[in-house]
């Protein structure tokens, strides 16, 4: 099926209502304290380059040891469900190590001092103490707890934005300017069709994989 600008339109108009509530879902997490905040920043360093549903098991199974275990105990509960159980507990493990000896883990205090919505995602992003997080996941981090603006730019949002003439080719964003600059060609796309950025995002991945789920 040929995504066009017609098809978007009435896709929106029929699901918008869910999008809208996954959205309010969104923004109740940020105010579920400082360990579902690591929840989420789990999930999306479990997330890449696999499914938004293995990634949500694997939150799951590694709820019991998240917030005390090491790498070992992670890699444990991991074996026969996830793929990367090497490097990804040890991502986990160092990050959260990292935002208890610095900041504290006191996530929500830490990230509402932050005024500036790019510095925000820039501290996720580019902090070599935040493991398995480039620009995708810190966007996608960020809209999961409720914050507002940000383009996930993954595979199925590049192939659709490609289908829809928004973009020339679909490349992933290998850094920092790149990704600001597919970014700011979807948010005028948005702003031309009048449908908000954040419900976007959840429409074209929807339309992509018939979940409203990401």
Not at 55 to 68: E, G, I, Q, W, Y
Request: with cysteine; aromatic share 10%.
């Amino acid at each position: 099926m040929t995504l066009t600008l017609s098809l978007l339109r009435k896709k929106h108009r029929e699901s918008r209502k869910q999008i809208l509530e996954r959205l309010r879902e969104f923004e109740q997490a940020s105010r579920e304290g400082d360990r579902r905040l690591f929840e989420e920043l789990t999930f999306c360093i479990l997330a890449a380059n696999t499914s938004s549903k293995m990634s949500a098991k694997c939150v799951d199974a590694l709820r019991p040891v998240l917030f005390t275990g090491k790498p070992a105990h992670m890699k444990k509960k991991l074996v026969g469900i996830y793929r990367f159980i090497n490097l990804r507990p040890a991502y986990i493990y160092h990050t959260r190590s990292y935002l208890e000896k610095k900041h504290g883990f006191q996530l929500q205090k830490l990230m509402s001092s932050f005024q500036d919505p790019h510095e925000l995602r820039d501290f996720f992003a580019l902090n070599p103490n935040i493991k398995g997080i480039g620009y995708k996941e810190a966007s996608h981090f960020l809209r999961n707890i409720g914050y507002k603006g940000y383009c996930i730019l993954d595979k199925h949002i590049l192939n659709s934005l490609h289908e829809l003439g928004v973009i020339a080719e679909v490349k992933r964003p290998a850094n920092q300017k790149q990704y600001h600059g597919i970014e700011e060609k979807m948010k005028t796309f948005c702003r031309e069709v009048k449908i908000n950025v954040d419900e976007m995002d959840l429409l074209l991945w929807s339309m992509k994989t018939g979940e409203i789920l990401k």
